[in-house]
């Protein structure tokens, strides 16, 4: 189940309740349902193991890309490319030098048009640019997940609708 916790204004967390990965496969698909998506940048916090390149790969595959899904643990970035739509998957983990961020050729990637999804922000030393939506996952004692939505910009408030949307649904449906 997408369980939603609450409903604010604008700007402050909203939170939803990721039983298992088909919670997170339903709500990745709600996420890639709205068109303001192709130009975002989105933050995924949280720690090893939270489930953030899961949502990811639910995401991608849920946009048509249907090969697979590397973490980008090692390459820091992976691209993907459908017709009309760039997209990079960033992973900074082992991002060990900051300052290489304009050399790699980064700064442009985030300059250019696309959707730009980012796992360990903080670990880009401040280089990134402001996000549209900053999702945090965070592992429960039973292992559900639950995931923080903090939306930064009108795209993000609009990721954010489509999520809550799709939460709505579900805990009508049932
Ligand atoms: N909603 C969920 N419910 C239960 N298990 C999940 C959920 N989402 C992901 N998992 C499980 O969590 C594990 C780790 O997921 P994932 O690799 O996506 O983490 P990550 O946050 O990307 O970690 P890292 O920081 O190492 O990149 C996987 O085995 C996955 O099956
Ligand atoms: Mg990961």
Same mark, same amino acid.
């Given at each position: 189940m997408i369980e939603n916790f609450g409903r604010h204004h604008a700007g402050i967390v909203e939170t939803l309740s990721l039983d298992d990965e088909s919670a997170t496969a339903r709500l990745a698909v709600a996420l890639a349902?709205?068109?303001? %998506?192709?130009?975002a940048v989105i933050e995924l916090r949280g720690e %090893?193991?939270?489930?953030k390149t899961t949502l990811v790969r639910y995401l991608l595959q849920a946009l048509g890309i249907t090969g697979r899904i590397k973490s980008?643990?090692?390459?820091v970035v992976e691209p993907y490319e459908l017709p009309g739509l760039h997209i990079w998957h960033f992973d900074?983990? +082992?991002?060990?030098?900051?300052?290489?961020f304009a050399d790699a050729g980064f700064r442009d990637i985030f300059a250019s048009p696309g959707l730009k999804l980012v796992e360990?922000?903080?670990?880009?030393?401040?280089? %990134?640019? +402001?996000?549209d939506l900053v999702l945090e996952l965070t592992v429960q004692l039973d292992e559900r997940r639950q995931i923080g939505l903090t939306p930064q910009s009108a795209i993000g408030v609009a990721l954010c609708s489509r999520a809550l949307a799709a939460s709505t649904n579900l805990d009508s449906a049932t």
């Open positions: 349902g709205e068109p303001a %998506l192709c130009s %090893l193991g939270a489930g980008p643990t090692y390459a900074f983990y +082992r991002f060990a030098d900051p300052g290489e360990w922000p903080q670990q880009a030393g401040g280089y %990134l640019p +402001r996000a």
